[in-house]
Structures are given as structure tokens and as C-alpha cells.
């Protein structure tokens, strides 16, 4: 699995994740369950992976969503 995003915003999450499954990408959000550590405050980012195999569909859908900015690059 290889990171497409990093952020620390729910909402935007909540939507990626959307955005991914009405596509049939398979994806993960890893660290959501990192507020414990971080006190519930959300600074912690969340990283949204997906399968290798799948990552230029993901980031084509996500840059024709208008979330071009959001993407990690393709070395990360």
C-alpha cells in the first residue's frame, strides 16, 4: 500500500474516502485511532493509503476532484 494523502482534516478525509470507494478503490486511514495520544486535539495527521497497484487511478480521481494539492508526492 502507498500514501496518497496526509492530513490531520476530517472532513477532507471523511470526503477522500468517499470519493475512493464510489471509484471501487480499495483504501485504508491509518492512525485514526491516534487521538489518544494526541488528547482528541487532531493534531496528529492521518494518512490515507491505497493499493499499489491503484495509485495513479486514486490520484487521477482525486486531481479531477479538484484535490490535486492534497496528494503527496509520488517519492513519499
Not at 485504508?28 to 485511532?33: A, K, N
Request: aromatic share 0%.
Amino acid at each position: 500500500m502507498r500514501e496518497i494523502v496526509r492530513t490531520n482534516d476530517a472532513i477532507l478525509i471523511t470526503a477522500i474516502e468517499a470519493l475512493l470507494t464510489g471509484a471501487g478503490i480499495s483504501h485504508m486511514v491509518l492512525d485514526q485511532h491516534m487521538s489518544v495520544l494526541d488528547g482528541s486535539l487532531g493534531m496528529l495527521p492521518r494518512r490515507i493509503v491505497v493499493e499499489s497497484d491503484q495509485v495513479n487511478r486514486a490520484r487521477r480521481l482525486l486531481t479531477d476532484a479538484g484535490l490535486a494539492h492534497e496528494l503527496r508526492s509520488n517519492g513519499d
